[in-house]
């Protein structure tokens, strides 16, 4: 679910035993792209589809993933309905995602880059804070829930993705008319600053949780069947 370019869908379907990857993502440019990316990959397809409301058969899947896809998705329940729709009984729901609301780039109290974060959080993150509800929303969903693991993701002393936070950020506040286009500049270059002498960090806590597809089902010997 949320594919986007398919970059988990590509590793998935290169697993020793996974007969078939589906990856579905709303965005026909991203579907387009994967497709291209996949070529060679057999067991691999795409399909544009939303989520919440997905064209296929009920408990027809062994697997499906929301790799960084319910902290961006209004009615995140909806999607959690669906995923258990389409799982076979005993069926596994895999969701990894970010826990934005601990996005920092700060390097001291009151960090003027802070501000870009925060900007770029509000306009790019549907809910910042869905990591902490998630056993909740999974087991309101029908699953038994399995404890969830941390996954800390850390930039320094050199910045990587979270460079973009800033930029964008930055931007937002700029098309807002909540700073001009000095102080703009100015926040783009300190944080190219910290990056050339070696001064960036940057810290965001992802977390996974399972959930299994209560039922008893007879058994069947099948390689097992994905969707992202």
Not at 37 to 64: C, H, I, M, T, Y
């Amino acid at each position: 679910m949320g594919c986007g370019t398919g970059t988990v869908s590509r590793i998935l379907a290169q697993w020793p035993g996974v007969a078939r990857v589906l990856g579905v993502d709303p965005s026909p440019a991203f579907i387009t792209r994967a497709r291209s990316l996949a070529q060679g990959l057999s067991n691999l397809s795409f399909e544009q589809s939303d989520g919440r409301s997905l064209p296929l058969n009920d408990q027809s899947f062994d697997v499906v993933v929301a790799h960084q896809v319910l902290s961006h998705v209004p009615q995140p329940n909806q999607l959690i309905a669906e995923a258990f729709r389409v799982l076979r009984p005993k069926g596994w729901f895999a969701v990894f995602d970010g826990d934005y609301a601990t996005a920092t780039v700060a390097i001291a109290e009151r960090d003027p880059l802070e501000t870009c974060v925060h900007a770029f959080r509000a306009n790019f993150v549907h809910d910042a804070w869905i990591v902490r509800r998630l056993p909740q929303l999974l087991q309101a969903g029908g699953f038994d829930v399995q404890p969830m693991r941390s996954h800390g993701y850390i930039e320094a002393p050199e910045a990587g993705y979270m460079l973009t936070w800033i930029d964008r950020g930055t931007d937002v506040l700029l098309q807002a008319g909540h700073i001009g286009p000095e102080t703009a500049s100015a926040l783009k270059a300190e944080a190219r600053q910290r990056n050339t002498t070696r001064a960036w960090f940057g810290h965001i806590a992802f977390a996974s949780i399972l959930g299994r597809k209560p039922a008893v089902i007879s058994a069947q010997t099948r390689a097992p069947k994905l969707i992202l």
